[in-house]
C-alpha cells in the first residue's frame, strides 16, 4: 500500500509540472506571437509623405528619391491648389517607371480631380509610359503615390501649372417657370455647400500636414 501510494503521489505531481510547463510554453509562445505580429505591423505600416501646395507660379514635386529608385512601403498625398478662377495643369515628366501590374493594384499613382480622397477620380497610372497631360476642372487636384514592399522602380518628376478657368454668365431660359427652378437648384446647391462647410470644419480633423483645406 505505501509503494501504491507513493506512486500515485509521484504522479500526480508529475502530472502537475507537465501542466504548469504546458501552460508556461503557452504563455511565452503567445507573447512571441504577439511580439511578431506587432513587430511585422510595424515593418509594414506605410510610411507617409507629401505636401499641400498652392505656389502661384506653379511648381515641381517627385517620388521619393526621384530619380533613384523609390523605397517600398511609402504613400504620399499631394494636394495642389488653384487661385480662384483657375484651373490646374498637371504635367508628367518622360523619365518616368512605375511598378506595372493589372490594373495598377500595387506601385501607383492615383489623380483625383478635388480636394480630397473621394473627390471624382481622373486615373490610376503605373508602367513604364508617363501618364498624358491632366487637367483639373476647378481649383483642386489630390494625387497620391502609393508603392508596396517590394520591386521598386525610378518612380516620377511631375510638373504643375495653373490656367484661367471657364468662368462666365449662365444665361437662363425667357420662360418664368424654368427661371424660378433654376434658382430654386442654385440656392439648393449653395445651402448644401454651406452645410458641407460647416460640418467640415467639426469632422475633418487636420491630423497630418497634407490634410489641409481652404475655402473661398
Not at 495653373?162 to 439648393?188: A, C, D, E, N, Q
Request: charged share 20%; proline share 6%; aromatic share 18%.
Amino acid at each position: 500500500n505505501l509503494i501504491i501510494s507513493v506512486y500515485i503521489k509521484l504522479s500526480n505531481f508529475s502530472f502537475f509540472v507537465s501542466v504548469v510547463a504546458s501552460l508556461i510554453i503557452l504563455h511565452l509562445s503567445g507573447a512571441t506571437k504577439q511580439g511578431t505580429e506587432k513587430q511585422s505591423t510595424s515593418e509594414t505600416k506605410s510610411v507617409q509623405c507629401g505636401s499641400w501646395t498652392k505656389h502661384a507660379d506653379g511648381g515641381v514635386f517627385t517620388s521619393p528619391n526621384y530619380p533613384s529608385k523609390y523605397p517600398p512601403d511609402r504613400e504620399c498625398i499631394y494636394i495642389i491648389e488653384a487661385a480662384p478662377r483657375q484651373c490646374i495643369e498637371l504635367y508628367f515628366d518622360e523619365k518616368y517607371s512605375i511598378e506595372p501590374s493589372w490594373e495598377c493594384k500595387f506601385d501607383h499613382i492615383e489623380v483625383r480631380d478635388g480636394p480630397f480622397g473621394f473627390s471624382p477620380i481622373i486615373g490610376r497610372f503605373c508602367g513604364q509610359q508617363n501618364p498624358p497631360v491632366i487637367k483639373s476642372s476647378g481649383r483642386f487636384l489630390w494625387i497620391k503615390f502609393f508603392a508596396d514592399g517590394e520591386l521598386e522602380s525610378m518612380g516620377f518628376s511631375a510638373r504643375y501649372n495653373f490656367t484661367p478657368g471657364k468662368w462666365g454668365l449662365v444665361f437662363f431660359p425667357i420662360s418664368f417657370p424654368s427661371l424660378i427652378f433654376y434658382l430654386h437648384t442654385i440656392r439648393t446647391f449653395v445651402r448644401q455647400l454651406n452645410n458641407f462647410q460647416r460640418v467640415s470644419q467639426f469632422y475633418l480633423k487636420p491630423n497630418l500636414q497634407y490634410f489641409l483645406f481652404s475655402f473661398h
